[in-house]
Every structure is written in C-alpha cells, then in structure tokens.
C-alpha cells in the first residue's frame, strides 16, 4: 500500500502551472501575478479638489472669518470631469466639486460649508492655508513605482488599484481547468426520476464546485454509466482544453470498475495511469497518471471518499500550481471531546465540527454518510499507528473553513 504522501506527491508533481497570461482584470480576480505591476501613470494624475467647494488664492481669503466675510466673483465653475485647462484670476474664485481638476494658480481650496454657496459671487467665512483641500499629483502613487509585486494575489482592492492605474490587463498565473467525470451506471442526473436501484448522481456537482473553490475552472462535469466504450468516448470528447481530469467511481476491486478497466493498460499515446491502494480511510482506491499527456487523478466512487481525497490530494496540488497562496487547508491541534477508534495502518480523516479548540466527530467513518460531511466543518487527522484516541487528547484538524 502507498502512503498518504507518496500519493500526495505523485498528484503534485502531475499537476503543472500553466504558462503565464495575460488576462482582463475581472477574470484575473484571485490569481496570482507572474509579474510586477509597475505604474504608467501617477495617482491622482492631476492636481484636484479634496472637496466641494471654492478654488481660490489663499491670500484673498487670508482675512475672512464668519464676522467679516470676503466677498469674490465666482468666474468658473467645475465639475468633475471638466477637461479644459484653466486658470484662476487673483480676485476671483471658481465654484469646485470633489475630484474636479484644480485650475492653475488657485493655492486653496474652501469648503462649501465655509460659504454661502453662491454661484455668481461666493461670501467666504474662513481663511484656509494654502494648500488646504488640495489633492497633489502624484501624492498616492508615482509614475514608474512598482504597486503589486509577483506572487501577489489579485484581491478586490488589488483590481481597483489595476484599474485605477489604467491597466486593463494582468499577467497572471492562470486557472487550472478541470474536466470532471462521474462513472456508475447506477447514476442518475438529480431532476429525473428514479428506478428501483438508481441513485441520485452527487460527486460531478460537489467536486465542481470544490474545483472552484480551489480557484480551478471547470470545463466540464459529466457523467457516463459503467461502459468502457462510452467512459473512453466522454474522455476524448472532453479532454481538449483541460489541465486535469478528476474521475470518481470505478477504480476499486469489484468488476465493471470502468475507470481502471479502461486505463490500465495505458492509452494510445503511451500514457499510463496507475492504480493503488493508498493507506488511508475513507479514500483507499485511488489513481493517477496521464491520459493524452493530461494529468488525470481517479478518485473513488463514494461521495465522501472523493471529496476527502479531492481535499487530501487534489485540492493542495491545484492551488500550489497556481501559485495561491496557502494550498493546503489550515492544520492545528484541537481537543477530542469523545473517544474514537481508527484502523491500525490506515491514516483516518473523520468528519468533526471544530467549535473554538474542541473537536467533535460528526457521523460514522464509513465512507456514504453525505449529510454527516455537508455539515463538518473540519477533517479529524488520525495517524496510521493510533488506533484509539481519549476523550480529552489532542487531535489534528483541517479547517475546512479556511
Ligand atoms: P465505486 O467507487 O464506483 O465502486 O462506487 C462506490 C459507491 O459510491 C457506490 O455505492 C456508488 O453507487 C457510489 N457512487 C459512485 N459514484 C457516485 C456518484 N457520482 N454519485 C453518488 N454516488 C456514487
Ligand atoms: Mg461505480
């Protein structure tokens, strides 16, 4: 039997970065830069207005208070977005809004509330030192500065910056995409109805989506019935454009094991995926290689088996070939506050709901108990060599939520 890291590391080294790209910003939300963002251009990129208010020169205003107001002729008037150059006449003032470029020569800006808002002459109630409201060029960011380093990820704040700078394009590490197949003719799409013995297909919509939220992209989630014919048909008809297949089912000892029984002998190309038994529950038949030079990982069939080895193996391994951070889930150490038993030889996960630093199992350990893992929060490690933990010991958890 292989470990659990001896398996981690074959799916690792399977998955590969994609090339870096350039990609808009909105798709690049997320990912990780491939490089330096560097400034074209500075921020604010001209001279404006911190406020509502009056442009000015402050010597003008240097006198007034609410008792003796100075009294100007309001020449102009800006709005944000005005883009004709102007200029301020000693004596005069120009009516400014937030944003609005400053006109040369004005030295302050007063605002509104300090006025009494006028629009042909404007009566100013407070002196204001120069400078005062004035948003400089420059002052946030300069031109030729670098803003986002590589590595770093395109945070909400990360895009605006982008955007503000005017950059309508980032080099970035890009998503994995994922081809996902669910095997078992036993399988129907949720929706239809139901013969005796069918059931409800689950794994193609909760590995998506378990893709997506490991930052992948899924290009496809499909379903075929036990068939090799058919298995091989659906590979080929969606491999094209993938970076990864996930496949669940069909990969453990019994017959009509679809998956392994159409890609162990290699395909066409040369490529071989191997099987084995890796030493962990859930999740012991497992799989992984290549087909068509694509990386494929064949996970079993159970819903909870596929989802914890998806964390396990897959999750990890796509997030570190895009370059995000933390690929792996949160591990700490957390309180048992029952006593459990695992298998001797087998690495446990257990479904737990961690509450501060307690941690409950939730649900029996075998391997189709659904609802018991939609309403973990964690995953319960337990080592191959223990097979009994106290009530009270310490156990390590994956946060599931982090
Ligand atoms: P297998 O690994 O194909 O032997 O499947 C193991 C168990 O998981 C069987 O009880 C299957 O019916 C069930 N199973 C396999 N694939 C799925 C799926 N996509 N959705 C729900 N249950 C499944
Ligand atoms: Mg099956």
Not at 88 to 93: E, F, M, N, P, W
Not at 317 to 330: F, I, K, S
Request: negative net charge.
């Amino acid at each position: 039997m292989r470990t659990v890291e001896e398996h981690e590391r074959i799916v690792a080294a399977l998955i590969q970065p994609r090339p870096a790209a350039a990609l808009a910003l909105a798709p690049a939300e997320g990912l990780v830069l491939a490089d330096d963002v560097v400034a074209g251009l500075s921020l604010p990129g001209f001279d404006n207005s911190a406020m509502d208010g009056y442009a000015v020169l402050a010597e003008d205003v240097a006198s007034a208070s609410p008792e003796r107001p100075v009294r100007l002729p309001v020449a102009e008037d800006i709005p944000a977005g005005r883009t004709d150059a102007l200029t301020l006449a000693a004596g005069t003032a120009h009516r400014i809004m937030t944003g609005a470029p400053l006109p040369a020569g004005a030295t302050a800006v007063v605002p509104v509330e300090a006025t009494d808002g006028g629009t042909g002459t404007v009566e100013i109630r407070s002196a204001a030192e120069p400078g005062a409201h004035i948003r400089r060029a420059g002052e946030d960011v300069t031109a030729g500065t670098t803003v986002l380093h590589r590595g770093a990820t395109m945070t909400p704040a990360a895009l605006g910056l982008a955007a503000a700078l005017g950059i309508a394009e980032l080099t970035v590490r890009p998503r994995q995409r994922v081809l996902v197949m669910s095997t078992g003719t036993e399988l129907v799409a949720p929706g239809a109805p139901l013969k005796p013995g069918q059931i409800y297909e689950s794994n193609a919509v909760m590995l998506a989506a378990a893709v997506r939220e490991a930052g992948g992209e899924v290009v496809a989630a499909t379903m075929t019935g036990d068939d090799v014919a058919e298995f091989r048909s659906a590979l080929q008809r969606h491999t094209p454009g993938a970076d990864l297949i996930v496949t669940t089912g069909g990969v453990s000892a019994g017959a009509y094991e679809v998956v392994k029984d159409t890609l162990s002998g290699g395909d066409r190309s040369g490529d071989e995926v191997q099987f084995a038994k890796v030493a962990m529950q859930p999740g012991m038949p497992q799989g992984a290689g290549r087909v068509s030079g694509v990386p494929i990982v064949t996970l079993p069939g159970n819903p909870v088996s596929a989802l914890v080895s998806f964390e396990v193996f897959v999750r990890p391994a796509l997030r570190a070939a895009m370059g995000l951070a933390h690929p792996r889930r949160p591990q700490r150490s957390a309180t048992l506050t029952e006593a459990l038993s695992s298998p001797a030889g087998k690495r446990q996960f257990r479904r737990g709901v961690l509450e501060g630093d307690r941690v409950t199992t939730y649900g029996p350990p075998a391997s189709h108990h659904l609802r018991w893992l939609a309403s973990s929060n964690c995953l319960l490690e337990i080592p191959e060599d223990v097979t009994h933990v106290e009530s009270g010991a310490a156990v390590r958890v994956w946060d599931l939520t982090g």
